[in-house]
């Protein structure tokens, strides 16, 4: 198998894995676990290999996670594209930040898409603001270097191939 083959491969089983972690159902006192994962794994790739991911992959996966979430078509594929446009324009500058304001990026982008979908919520007369979603999106940047670390091991062993 071609190397950019192996690579497009990885990003879609990461992709397609989060999604499933992004349905797990968690009790209500447990809800700020869940941890926007097909948002940081859409980060990772957007700002690690921006040639494999791109605003359709965004768009695409966001409607397969409003399929697998049975929420609004759409919803996660509209917050989901533009804060992957966000991220692809500022790529180049997030990519040589010290891991601290690295992870004050992703905190400002994982709550660009959950203030995409509180405006979308709004719009439909549904908007729930819960300490629950903040706190997720604060985990989220929180374990950013770890799952930043954990996925460039893995994509290294696949680019040694």
Known sequence: MSNQLSKFFFVWL????????SI????????????????LSLLFFTIMTPSIIGLFSAFLIGLI????????L????????????VTYRFRLQIRVFPIWQMMFAVLILLL???????WIDGI???????????ISVLLGSLIWPLFMGLLESLQSKINSR
């Open 124 to 134: 439909i007369g549904k908007i729930v603001i819960s300490q629950s979603k903040i």
């Open 65 to 72: 996670l409003d399929i697998l979430q049975g929420g609004i």
């Open 24 to 39: 797990i159902p968690l009790s209500e006192n447990l809800s700020f676990l869940k941890i926007p994962w097909v948002a």
């Open 112 to 118: 660009i898409n959950e203030m995409m979908h509180l």
């Open 74 to 85: 759409g919803e996660s594929s509209l917050a989901l594209s533009f804060m992957t446009y």
């Open 14 to 21: 990461i992709l397609i894995f989060s999604s499933i972690l």
